[in-house]
């Protein structure tokens, strides 16, 4: 036996151990009407594990939480976080199958019904999850399709792929939760069964089968809802910070031009920008997903705002990956939106002169700090232009007045309980949105306006950040 079949015959064996024994039906002779002792009819309740599964997770979510934490340090490469979500969206597609085929071969219908029920479900989880990874690794430059279209071929099969996770994450620890608790009581339940003879409840069973089936759908009607509303929501973030000269701020970040950011979309936050009325108009960066083709397009839409003291940005990492610095640098000049790539520029109003300063992505790119404060005056107002928040300590030591950053998408996808926000930005960064200080400098993270590896965000609005600075 190969090693990819043994793992596979592993994991059915894994799923067996914990579905759920059949039903106890007793067999009884054939005899009179009065000879049968009359059964109590069984109360209809809430299974005991449901009970206890509820406050369990809130126990465990903290705990298990911590130790991510401490697990995925902000060092680990991208490369291996993006490998353990591959690896959680494949074993979602597997155990789905094996959860539906299970549940069609537990129903009532002909052999032939179930057979071809099966290879259905089978061929329409790979074809939808095969198209989200193409999407994801090849270049789309024909984004603009019309609605119905994008929406079955990027839209279905990024919800499908997302929802899935937490669907079969749900499933297989109330399945393991179940078997668990079965384990522990069926001593109490078969001596309840010997002395009471009370029969399996089939109203019970018709319960549970509907519970799993809410806990499998309410990831993918959340992933729905994040992509098609959550998603576009975006709401105006306003906030006034001291400088040391008068100015109003308008940041955009994260635009991820491409399938889930089009041209019509962008011209609706270039119009959104232009009536905040901003002195200063900066862009940090992540302009494209995964084609340089798009940049072209985005810095076209952007270039379109006027800010009293003109436009500046900074690179962010899907910018390092899709091409090499001169062709960006290029399609930049071309439509004369002034790049600081480890330089500054320094403004002079009649209010007041102050720095505008830029560095490339820190962890992609070739940052340079250093040189983008070159000769200039420490004690002049200055705002630092940086994709990732984690230059600020850095920042904050040579006295930048104000960082502003994004990358991060506020987590994306995050879930805010009792104890904290949860996210994969929250195990990531100690910066993953909001405003931050050391001292007298500070730092703000934008949620930013695009989404990256899926439409779908959840509890992370995009964000126009205005920062009045006094």
Not at 38 to 44: G, T, V
Not at 370 to 392: G, K, N, Q, Y
Request: glycine letters at 8%.
């Amino acid at each position: 036996m190969g090693r990819g079949n043994f793992t596979l015959f592993s994991c059915v064996r894994l799923f067996r151990l914990f579905r759920p024994n059949p039903p106890f039906i007793p067999l009884c002779k054939r005899g009179k009407e009065g000879d049968f002792p009359k059964i109590p009819k069984p109360e209809s309740r809430i299974p005991l594990y449901l009970v206890v599964l509820l406050p369990l997770s809130l126990i465990l979510i903290p705990v298990l939480w911590q130790i991510m934490r401490h697990l995925m340090v902000p060092s680990m490469p991208f490369a291996t976080i993006r490998l353990i979500v591959v690896s959680l969206a494949v074993f979602a597609q597997i155990y789905l199958f094996f959860r539906i085929r299970r549940s069609i071969r537990s129903s009532g219908r002909s052999d032939h019904f179930k057979k071809l029920a099966v290879v259905l479900a089978g061929a329409a989880i790979i074809l939808i999850f095969s198209m989200n990874i193409f999407i994801l690794t090849r270049p789309m430059p024909w984004a603009d399709l019309p609605p119905p279209a994008g929406f079955v071929l990027f839209y279905l099969p990024a919800i499908w792929s997302i929802g899935s996770i937490f669907s079969a994450l749900l499933l297989l620890f109330e399945e393991m939760a179940g078997g668990l608790l079965q384990l522990i009581l069926r001593p109490h339940r078969n001596r309840a069964a010997e002395s009471n003879g009370v029969p399996v409840n089939p109203e019970r069973r018709r319960f549970l089968k509907i519970g799993a089936g809410g806990l499998a759908a309410a990831p993918l009607i959340l992933s729905g809802y994040g992509s098609a509303y959550a998603g576009k929501a975006y709401e105006v973030c306003e906030l006034t910070l001291p400088f040391g000269c008068p100015l109003r701020v308008v940041q955009l970040t994260d635009i991820h031009a491409g399938i889930y950011m089009t041209r019509r979309e962008m011209q609706h936050y270039a119009a959104e920008v232009m009536a905040l009325e901003p002195d200063l108009f900066v862009l940090t960066g992540d302009f494209v997903s995964n084609s340089i083709e798009f940049l072209p397009g985005c810095l076209e839409e952007m270039a379109i705002v006027r800010a009293r003291y003109g436009t500046f940005a900074t690179l962010g990492n899907h910018e390092n990956w899709v091409a090499g610095l001169r062709r960006i640098q290029a399609i930049f000049r071309q439509y004369e939106i002034p790049l600081l790539q480890n330089t500054h520029r320094v403004i002079r109003t009649g209010k007041g002169s102050f720095a505008v300063a830029g560095i490339d992505d820190i962890r992609s790119g070739h940052p340079d700090l250093e040189a983008a404060l070159f000769r200039l005056d420490p004690v002049m107002p200055t705002i630092l232009l940086s994709h990732r928040p984690e230059i600020f300590p850095d920042a904050a030591a040579r006295r930048i007045t104000l960082t502003l950053s994004g990358h991060y998408h506020g987590g994306q996808i995050k879930i805010s309980l009792p104890g904290g926000d949860f996210s994969l930005a929250h195990l990531r960064t100690p910066y993953p949105e909001g405003l931050y200080r050391i001292d007298d400098s500070r730092l703000y993270v934008s949620r930013g306006i695009g989404t990256t590896f899926t439409p779908v965000r959840l509890n992370a609005r995009p964000e126009i950040t205005v920062v009045n600075l006094i």
